[in-house]
């Protein structure tokens, strides 16, 4: 199956800055999708973006299939940004995947 | 429109016991995925139900089932529980099946096993 590998695996910045958080994975997708998961456990939707580039905010996702690898792209981090990101991907028929998980902390 | 909906939110049970938890899609999902989540394993997948049937499976034992019902609910049954089915149980709903349509989460089950 699809192996899918996410970096850094933790994360602490100050207010204010700005991140990178990477996805790879093994082979080629159907579906991608970034999550944030709250401490309460709760999986918030970020992108659904199998390819190209989007933006939401203060958050934007770009994801190269062709290379196998997204990233998700966070800017003037706030406290609330806190928590783990998770990439998530499939292939036709197959099982999502997910990676282990980025996690971040926002120090005021 | 109303999200994804899990019942219970938080379960303690002791080993060898049964658990039944219960997930509502969004309306007009037709498709529900199971996973578990643990410290150890992260988030892994357990099945995937549209219309009814099972698409897919994961790699867990025969005592994790599922099923679908006809207005897309689906509920998950664990038997003889062990300490290592204590997890945070996660359903997903998407329009279609997971290969091509975006996934919206529920708040999820606490299931501790004593």
């Known amino acids: 199956g699809i192996q899918v590998e996410q970096s850094p695996p933790d994360l602490i910045l100050q207010e204010g800055a700005n991140s990178t958080l990477r996805c790879n994975f093994s082979?080629?997708?159907?579906?991608l999708q970034w999550f944030h998961q709250n401490p309460w456990g709760q999986l918030i939707n970020l992108f659904y973006i199998p390819s190209g580039t989007k933006q939401n905010g203060r958050l934007s996702a770009t994801t190269v299939a062709t290379e196998r690898y997204s990233l998700l792209y966070i800017s003037s981090s706030q406290t609330t940004d806190s928590g783990v990101y998770f990439c998530?991907?499939?292939?036709?028929?197959?099982?999502?995947?997910f990676g282990p998980g980025t996690r971040l902390s926002v120090l005021p | 429109k109303a999200g994804v909906t899990q019942t219970p939110r938080y379960l303690i049970k002791t080993r060898g016991q049964q658990v039944t938890l219960s997930c509502s899609p969004i309306s007009g999902h037709r498709s529900v995925s199971w996973y578990q989540q643990t410290p150890g394993q992260g988030l892994q997948f357990l099945f995937e139900?549209?219309?009814?049937?099972?698409?897919n499976k994961g790699n867990f034992p025969g005592r994790f089932s599922g099923r679908q019902f006809s207005n897309s609910r689906s509920e998950m049954n664990v038997s003889t529980l062990e300490l290592g089915d204590s997890a945070l149980y996660l359903c997903?709903?998407?329009?279609?099946?997971?290969?091509?349509?975006?996934?919206?989460f529920g708040p999820g089950t606490r299931l501790t096993v004593l």
């Open positions: 997903a709903s998407s329009w279609g099946t997971s290969w091509g349509n975006e996934q919206f």
């Open positions: 082979d080629s997708v159907n579906n």
């Open positions: 139900y549209f219309s009814e049937t099972q698409r």
């Open positions: 998530a991907v499939v292939n036709y028929g197959q099982n999502f995947v």
